[in-house]
């Protein structure tokens, strides 16, 4: 394998060399081949729909957002979400699993899979296969969210916004990476008709998925159409829709053996514990449409209505550890290196989400002041349909519920399909009113206020019909913010708001009494201070932060089954730096973070004053890229990715997996062959190889172990058609 990967690697890094020598001399003496970079430089009019302040840009704005374009997401190989961790300090793994969906957490908390995220600015399920091939940029928002979403986790929002025919594209890539993955792409777009009022694009890709991770061969494919209709200069239709499909063996992680942390360096990172004879693929199918009418009313004011349906359809089949229950430990294998083994499938869930929003925005002045409005409401719904699930020990070679397996990966165990449990049906509605103004009170001075009041319904009955629940709750979220502006390209900020957030209990009857019911909203706040400057070749930001969570868990020494409930906070509070450049040749882009974070307030005294599981403390990401001068069209690209420790038990900080570092390396090359534009890409990300545990989530109270993927090279080449 690894001289196949050097063959290929060698095989294209000389095309490349060969290709830019042959077509150096006319593209030096043709400025308009010059390619555009990767990590743009400084720009005034970066913005993000995210933060619902309509094209102010970041610079302006009292609040710490990231934006990653999709040239960013090319050079990247970014394949899913998990981009993000690779540029944002603030950005992190949450139990993110090959064949399974992406998880983040932001400024330390777990962002929830159903609220925390956008699309277009609207509200979609995050449980499931997220494709990036029809997206034109992610937008992460960070902090308290409460502005923007009535009901989400605090850490911040991810924003997905989807490619529209602005422009005349016809390009195809083609791209092997890993093992011997390979995907072919297309992405065709054209405006048509009388003053070319009429735009179509289309994104279509397909791939072959086969990672350095073995037993996790798959396939996948997106199929994505959108267009538009500008009816008048002042009133644009837009329609879009994108289907997709994943089938793909997930990787459950390693753990803690006994009160040992294995050596990473000693576990094979290409080693799948999910390699059973009945192990099956974790399949994920998204159907997502949407409408927007977007409405000029006079040169100050504007309207847009929104709607979006959102329909997913997910096998979730695993061989999963869990436990070793002949040392009576639950929460971690044995300490010889063996696990029980669980034979867990839940087929056939459907969930849907409907979105609608309505929206005012619009500029005035009154009393002398100046303001820019935003006001709407939206309606979201959300249903989840379930069967029965299977979680039963797999057998033994007797037949005997004892199934188990090893971290070598060579213990067979035997399926066990015979006892179906209940799972839990959800239904939620909710009513938000929101009310954002920009109120300039003096040329330096602005306030920024918001306000969000949501009216909450939930319900929740299971699979066979029993234990139904059903609440309603009104919540008002307020946000406010100073911004001050000392001098043209250097401000000041404070900011005060809250979120709300909702939880359904697990639905696991033997620890919770409250078993799959849906829990009272409770209101986290965040704080914030901060400093932004720009100028022409550089930005550059800096800003700390406290956020205050409530938290659920099961009273301190209850007897099991006990209901779970309030218990406590969560405080995080962080500094978070930034800073991108361009000097010369060179284009930089760096994000630093430090965070302090701690359970307070617990009935459960050893949690008190403990960082959460799987945080780190310390987190530095930088991206450097460099044009070469006697190579027109090569740039080089480097990335470190470097995290400090983290603890893998609530009431134990002293268990930790190390801290480590990543090097990403890529070029990229880009050249004119007659009319057409090829772009040549080569990367290898974790370029040491190096073998260190990447994350430590503590999921289904069980600690789990991840380890950083292997060496692995990809290269691609984009053309127009």
């Known amino acids: 394998m690894a001289t196949r990967h050097f ?30 970079v990767s990590i743009t430089g400084p720009r005034e009019t970066n913005s993000a729909e ?149 735009g179509l694009r289309v994104n279509a890709a397909v791939e072959h998925l ?137 087929e056939n869930e459907h969930r849907r989400t409907d979105a609608l929003d309505l929206s005012l ?23 989840a349909r379930f069967e029965g699930q299977i979680n039963n020990r797999s057998l033994d070679i007797n037949g005997d519920e004892l199934g188990s397996g090893n971290i070598d990966g060579t213990q067979v165990a035997f399926a066990n399909t015979g ?70 390209g250097l401000m000041t900020y404070a900011s005060w708001g809250q979120g709300i957030e909702t939880q359904v209990v697990p639905n696991r009857p033997s620890t919770y009494s409250n078993a799959g019911q849906a829990l009272p909203a409770l209101k986290s706040r965040q704080l914030e201070i901060g400093v932004k400057g720009r100028a022409d070749l550089w930005n550059w930001s800096l800003a700390a932060f406290e956020i205050d969570r409530p938290t659920y868990a099961l009273a301190a020494g209850a007897p099991a089954p006990s209901p779970l409930g309030p218990d406590g906070s969560a405080r995080h509070r962080g500094i978070e730096a930034g800073v991108d450049a361009r000097t010369g040749a060179w284009t930089w882009a760096a994000s630093a973070m430090l965070l302090h974070a701690e359970r307070i307030g617990s009935s459960d005294a050893t949690v008190n004053g403990q960082r959460p599981p799987n945080v780190p403390q310390r987190v530095l990401k930088l991206q450097a890229q460099y044009q070469v001068a006697s190579a027109p069209g090569l740039s080089l690209q480097g990335g470190v990715v470097a995290e400090s420790d983290r603890t893998l038990l609530p009431n134990d900080g002293n268990t930790r997996i190390p801290g480590w570092a990543r090097l990403d390396l890529g070029a990229r090359y880009e050249h004119k062959l007659e009319a057409r534009t090829l772009v040549w890409r080569v990367g290898v990300d974790n370029a040491t190889d190096h073998r260190a545990w990447q994350e430590s989530p503590y999921q289904f109270e069980h600690v789990y172990l991840y380890p950083m993927a292997p060496r692995t090279w990809r290269v691609s080449l984009s053309a127009d058609l």
């Open 361 to 383: 925005q619009g500029r005035f002045a009154t009393a002398g002041l100046a303001h820019q409005l935003t006001t709407g409401v939206l309606f979201t719904r959300f249903k």
């Open 7 to 36: 063959t290929l690697t060698r095989v294209a890094l000389a095309a490349m060399a060969c290709t830019a020598a042959a077509h150096a001399a006319d593209v030096a003496d043709d400025a308009t081949a010059l390619p555009t």
């Open 419 to 488: 006892f179906v449990s209940d799972n839990t049906h959800r239904r939620e509605r909710n009513a938000e009113l929101y009310v954002r103004d920009v109120v300039q009170l003096t040329p330096e001075l602005s306030t920024w206020l918001g306000l969000r009041h949501t009216r909450l319904h939930r319900d929740t009955i299971t699979t066979s019909g029993q234990e139904p629940t059903d609440y309603s709750q009104n919540v008002t979220t307020p946000w406010i913010a100073l911004n001050y502006e000392w001098q043209p």
């Open 210 to 346: 086969d990672p350095e991770l073995r037993n996790a061969k798959g396939r996948r494919h997106l199929f994505a159409l959108a267009g538009d209709w500008r009816l008048t200069p002042d009133t644009l239709l837009e329609a879009e829709f994108e289907t997709s499909h994943r089938s793909q063996p997930s990787q459950p992680g390693f753990s803690l053996l006994g009160n040992r942390v294995p050596d990473a360096r000693s576990v094979d990172p290409r080693l799948n514990l999910n390699n059973q004879p009945w192990s099956l693929p974790v399949v994920l199918d998204g159907n997502t449409a949407s409408l927007r009418l977007q409405q000029r009313l006079s040169a100050d004011w504007s309207a847009k209505a929104h709607y979006a349906t959102q329909q997913l359809r997910t096998d979730d089949r695993l061989a999963f550890p869990f436990g070793c229950g002949a040392e009576g430990n639950f929460d971690r294998y044995c300490s010889d290196g063996s696990y029980d083994l669980y034979d867990f499938r839940s």
């Open 50 to 198: 995210l933060t619902g302040f309509g094209n102010i840009p970041l610079t302006r704005s009292p609040l710490q957002a990231h934006v990653v374009t999709e040239s960013q997401l090319k050079d990247a190989g970014a394949q899913n979400l998990r981009a993000l961790t690779r540029v944002d300090a603030s950005a992190s793994d949450a139990y993110n699993s090959v064949g399974y969906w992406d998880s983040l957490t932001v400024r330390g908390f777990v962002l929830d899979q159903r609220y925390n995220y956008r699309r277009d600015g609207l509200p979609i399920n995050a449980e499931s296969a997220i494709p990036l091939d029809n997206k034109s940029r992610l937008e992460l928002l960070k902090g308290t969210s409460g502005i923007q979403a009535g009901i989400s986790a605090p850490g911040g929002l991810v924003n997905l916004v989807v490619k529209r025919p602005d422009i005349d594209v016809r390009n195809a890539t083609l791209e092997w990476r890993g093992s011997n993955s390979v995907l072919g792409a297309v992405d065709l777009a054209t405006r048509f008709g009388a003053d070319r009022a009429f």
